[in-house]
């Protein structure tokens, strides 16, 4: 997967709150999204999301990732 399809599962799972929710919207199991996360998370050296059983919310990391990925997206969008 390119980085730009990377970016888009990441927004969708902060935008959504769960990795299932955005699995299903973007028409993916809820696995693969939670190993792609956790491969960026590995890649980027820092925890994107805090986790629980029930959802999930942004680390600071994560929202700063999160705005830049936004702004990112919105450019190939425009190009």
Known sequence: MDNASEMTVFVEDARKGSFSAA???????PSAVSKLVTRMEERLGSRLFNRTTRKLSLTEGGQEYFNRCVEILAD???A
């Open 23 to 29: 699995a299903r919207r973007l028409q993916l199991s």
């Open 76 to 78: 190939i969008d425009a």
